[in-house]
């Protein structure tokens, strides 16, 4: 017999457990890969240098004059030797795709998860990293 049996909880019961969850944290830890960086499926208009001829994977790319660096020191990024103009264009060995959004890949993911980075560096040639997310909160 495939009974199946739904249940439905009242909204007010979730608000309250969400809220006791996060009163219990001071703040909800997160994966961080310690970059900034350009979405190319989602930027116009931006040098041929920079792109390497892709319209997808992220750029990593800084912004000097408002203190934004590409690659935060000490970040698992950093560790990893990832610079400022390398392209990601694959996360543990899927391609990413225009309708991917990278940070909510991440954050999917089990904290401190360690994860394979198909890389175009800046110079052209291509790289597969594997590195651990850092947990920030």
Known sequence: DNTEIQYAIPIFYIKVAVSNFLVDLEQIPRN????????????????????????????????????????YPDSAADQAKLEEGDIIIGINDEELTVRDNFTKILQELALGTTITLDIIKADGSEEQTILTLDVIP
Do not use: T
């Open 32 to 71: 961080s890969l310690g970059i900034n960086y350009l979405d190319l499926s989602e930027v116009v208009g931006l040098s041929s240098d920079l792109h390497q001829g892709y319209n997808k994977g992220l750029l990593i790319f800084g912004n000097e004059s408002v203190d934004l660096p590409a690659v």
